[in-house]
RNA sequence: GGGCGAUUAGCUCAGUUGGUUUAGAGCACCUCGUUUACACCGAGGGGGUCGGGGGUUCGAGUCCCUCAUCGCCCACCA
């Protein structure tokens, strides 16, 4: 190889080629190929007008590395990336488009809207989607799905007519969540509660042929247009003398009566409660109970109704300062307190909802979600990290039905079919000419015709379409090979936060539609964050531009920084400081390669190997570390601890490699080049740190992988072979003993730097070994002390004696002493020997302590025990040795 | 209002079923240093008694109780 490579890493160049070539060679496309094991995860479908962020980088980072891994490891890796056609959002977005333009929604037709709606997604659609390939994302771009495709599009309708045979949708009217701005209803969960600032409003009614009133509180006295009762509980004393009386709605001077339930807390206020049963759930119950008048005030976009009499025409938000107004000057208007409380807002657009009664279709969620909470909570699918199982099993313990029509018409039509006024006066059917045939038989009326009938107008929430994602971006919905091959899928990666819009209704969806879970294992992100602590957003304005990251740190920098702080679950609190740490990180690589290459002779063919030199404990241990690391690093991914076992690869390259391996490694002379041999283990050991390394950063490890050999594309790294655990290789005495080495050879460092000498100065060391082979180890590697400290004379003497005026350490239980001469500051040695002195014995004190108490022996596990016993012999020897020197000091 | 989870060095986090030295890592910090890759570096170092209190145990950061603080989820108290 030889080739000349560049003396600064610059990611822009090399991620763009790699990011080419990876595509060129279609490594990330996948097939059906029943002789592998398929490893699937669909991407959480960002909103298809939508632009990358913060929180997409984090998501969709995590979902390559353990893309990247299994394809490393051999399965058949495929990640299907898409997007979610977004009904509520992107109509909202066209809706502000248009407007712009001067053109009102209501003055389009349908088609008209929906051809505007295609432009937009054609125009602005995907964008996100390349944005991702920025961030070396390993998706099979071939099989971009989008909710709104044809396919998909029929698979949404087929489960809607199927659970409406099912009898499990249902259309029917109901207090619904009203967003006034969109014009729609919403699910409960696209309904945001925040706690305000609030008034809450006294107003007194009159007490019907009476001077008497009684005093209710609200905090929306605009909705006193639709009273039609006071209510108050039968059990309240105070009010005994009003039972069967009628009072007077103030303004209205509409005449309601009073009524009873015990509903109403006593407690509260004055006790007294007005009813507006168009307006409010609960009144709306008691309204139905009590056979109440129900008086629809108020107009889809939040202005008051000719129903309401008053102030017709007016925003609901003025009539609430106009009523307070003007119920203060007749009189009315007892106290007005300022109150806490919380309110309900739109997901989407912010505004507040209004309860509304309204006639939608409807989801039975109790009996369909049984599946879907048993077998999360018996692990068939896991949780990471578990404790969000908890707050899953209360939702689903507690699931209402899901109210799944939206009055938009950016989504699936509603594939239901009227044929006349009344409420039951429908069919659902795939097209109109099963709608036709069904209807003629359900009305009994042969003669209808096509004309006569008429599709519902609404769509279907988005989340009724995204539910079934990791089904029906496959081929052949119900049965066909495709999606028998990759579903179930392995992992999902996405945020607590739509657990229940998504996650568990695509459990729902798996079980019902085919018998089985939808994934293994889903992956909670966590929130990222700035520095103080608040969700990046773009509203706030507080999130980096992605891409000018990427520009800056390189996509491998910000992939590291972002995994490096942040376990599953927990959120990111980010700083372009993490993303500094890993583009040091490819420096650090960069030029550890590099040095190697300058090693390299001129016209040699090197043959990268892990065949180490048996008689190197360098090697020996090098090679376990790599071992004992592949070895921790698959638990990690086990446990879904990216980070844990990003932090292991980090360390090995950093530590183990560059600051042991290769200072060892470095020839003894300035200007000789490495033997071929050593050349050789060397650049196959850093192929297995490249491997390690691809997952989380793919595009330096391929650089490099690229450069230490030359390679034909099906060797890239992208598709090599993950590392695997070889116990043979695993020398547990070397990494002890190479240990036991690495820290006499700090210690002995430390005693130059306590003594202030330069590290040129030559200095003599003294081994006095310990037990075991110590005594081998230390003179068969005197090298390594050479290489690492500049050393002197070098004697490794069992029985030898203290030399005068010297440093000295304790490592296990071999001493080591440099004899310093005038530059040892005998008064600062001799307190730092007593101090260790000190320690020891408080130590000793803690273990004689334990030997001691006869319940500790008796109790504890023999091997606790013994364990103590060494301590104490260790401890005991290491103090006898302390006390000998202390008596050169005194 | 109900439920869940957290609280370990300045910051971000490890700490497996209670028992390897008297609690670890990265970053930050301090000192020294341009030695044959890398100052986006090297060598060395300081820093926490594990939120407070109580309990169980031979032994607790690790189990139990309690208090405090923070966070998340759910909920129709006007």
Not at 67 to 82: D, K, L
Not at 425 to 453: R, Y
Request: net charge negative; charged share 30%.
């Amino acid at each position: 190889m030889r080739k000349e490579i560049p003396s600064k890493y610059d990611p822009s160049i090399v991620e763009d080629k790699w990011y080419s070539y990876w595509m060129e060679n279609k490594y990330f496309h996948s097939e059906v190929d029943h002789t592998k094991e398929p490893f699937t995860i669909v991407i959480p479908p960002p909103n298809v007008t939508g632009v990358l962020h913060m929180g997409h980088m984090l998501n969709n980072t995590i979902q390559d590395v353990l893309t990247r891994r299994a394809r490393m490891q051999g399965f058949n890796a495929c990640w299907v990336p898409g997007t979610d056609h977004a009904s509520i959002a992107t109509e909202a977005k066209v809706v502000r488009k248009l407007r712009a333009e001067g053109i009102k929604k209501s003055d389009l037709s349908r088609e008209e809207f929906l051809e505007h709606a295609w432009d937009w997604t054609r125009k602005h659609g995907g964008i996100i989607l390349e944005q991702l390939k920025k961030l070396g994302a390993s998706c099979d771009w071939d099989r971009t799905s989008f909710t709104m495709d044809p396919k998909y599009y029929d698979s949404v309708i087929d489960v809607f007519i199927d659970l409406f045979n099912k009898e499990k949708i249902y259309r029917g009217a109901r207090m619904i969540n009203w967003d006034p701005s969109a014009l729609t209803a919403l699910s409960d969960e696209e309904v945001i509660h925040k706690e305000v600032n609030s008034k809450l409003y006294h107003v007194r009614y009159q007490i019907v042929d009476s001077d008497e009133y009684v005093t209710i509180a609200t905090t929306r006295p605009e909705t006193i247009l639709g009273d039609t009762a006071v209510c108050i509980n039968p059990k309240d004393e105070r009010y005994t003398h009003l039972h069967g009386k009628k009072a007077l709605v103030p303004l209205l001077n509409r005449e309601v009566p009073i009524i009873l339930d015990d509903y109403v807390d006593m407690e509260f206020g004055t006790g007294c409660l007005k009813v507006t049963p168009a307006h409010d759930m609960n009144d709306y119950d008691l309204g139905e109970k009590h056979g109440l008048e129900s008086i629809n005030m108020m107009n889809p976009n939040g202005t008051i109704s000719e129903e309401g009499e008053l102030y017709v025409g007016m925003d609901r938000f003025a009539v609430r300062k106009q009523i307070s107004k003007d119920l203060e000057e007749s009189g009315n208007l007892v106290l007005v307190e300022d109150y806490k409380n919380k309110v309900g807002y739109s997901e989407r657009t912010d505004v507040v909802i209004e309860p509304r009664l309204s006639l939608q279709w409807w989801l039975s969620m109790k009996e369909l979600s049984q599946p879907a909470l048993e077998n999360v909570m018996n692990d068939n699918i896991q949780f990471h990290p578990p404790k969000f199982k908890n707050t899953y099993r209360h939702w689903m313990e507690n699931v209402r039905d899901w109210c799944i029509s939206r009055q938009l018409w950016w989504g699936q039509r509603i594939p239901a079919y009227y044929y006349g006024e009344g409420d039951n006066d429908f069919v659902v059917a795939k097209t109109i000419d099963k709608a036709l045939i069904a209807a003629q038989k359900k009305s009994g009326n042969p003669d209808l015709q096509a004309s006569d009938l008429k599709q519902d107008e609404d769509v279907l929430d988005t989340w009724f379409s995204s539910w079934l994602w990791p089904i029906s971006v496959f081929d052949g919905f119900y049965t066909k090979e495709e999606v028998n091959y990759y579903y179930p899928t392995n992992d999902l990666v996405t945020a607590p936060e739509i657990m229940f819009f998504w996650v568990a209704r695509m459990i729902i969806a798996g079980y019902e539609y085919r018998g089985e879970l939808p994934f293994r294992n889903v992956y909670y992100t966590g929130i990222v964050r700035d520095k103080q602590g608040r969700k990046m957003s773009k509203s706030l304005g507080n999130s980096p531009d992605p891409l000018d990251l990427i520009a800056q740190y390189g996509a491998d920098g910000i992939r590291m920084g972002m995994l490096f702080s942040t376990p599953a679950g927990n959120d990111l609190p980010f700083d372009s400081s993490i993303c500094e740490q890993g583009s040091k990180f490819s420096n650090k690589i960069w030029n550890a390669f590099r040095f190697l290459t300058m090693n390299m002779e001129e016209g040699v063919q090197y043959n990268p190997t892990v065949e180490i030199n048996p008689d190197s404990l360098v090697d020996r241990w090098l090679l376990a570390r790599i071992n004992q690391t592949v070895k921790e690093v698959d638990e990690d991914f086990k446990n879904y601890k990216l980070n844990d076992a990003l932090k292991k690869v980090y360390s090995l390259i950093w530590d183990d490699y560059c600051d042991w391996y290769i200072e060892l490694a470095k020839p003894d002379n300035y200007g000789d080049k490495f033997d071929t041999q050593k050349m050789n283990v060397a650049l196959g050991m850093f192929e297995q740190l490249m491997k390690l390394l691809h997952p989380f950063m793919p595009f330096i490890s391929e650089e490099i992988w690229q450069y230490i050999q030359d390679r034909n594309p099906e060797e890239a790294l992208c598709v090599s072979d993950w590392p695997e655990f070889n116990e043979a290789d695993l020398d547990l005495t070397a990494i002890t003993n190479f240990n036991m080495l690495k820290r006499q050879i700090t210690a002995a460092r430390n005693i130059r730097a306590e003594a202030n000498l330069s590290p040129k100065v030559e200095l003599d060391i003294k081994v006095k070994p310990g037990s075991g082979t110590d005594a081998e180890v230390y003179s068969e590697n005197e090298i390594y002390f050479r290489k690492l400290f500049l050393t002197g004379s070098y004697e490794v003497d069992a029985g030898l004696t203290p030399p005068p005026a010297s440093g000295s350490s304790i490592i296990e239980n071999a001493e080591l002493f440099i004899p310093l001469d005038d530059h040892l500051d005998f008064e600062k040695e001799r307190e730092r020997i007593q101090k260790e002195i000190d320690r020891f014995e408080g130590f000793l004190k803690g273990v004689n302590g334990k030997l001691n108490n006869a319940n500790f022996v008796n109790n504890a596990p023999d091997s606790v025990v013994q364990n103590e016993r060494n301590k104490k012999r260790d401890g005991e020897a290491n103090l006898e040795k302390l006390r000998e020197q202390l008596k050169d000091f005194e």
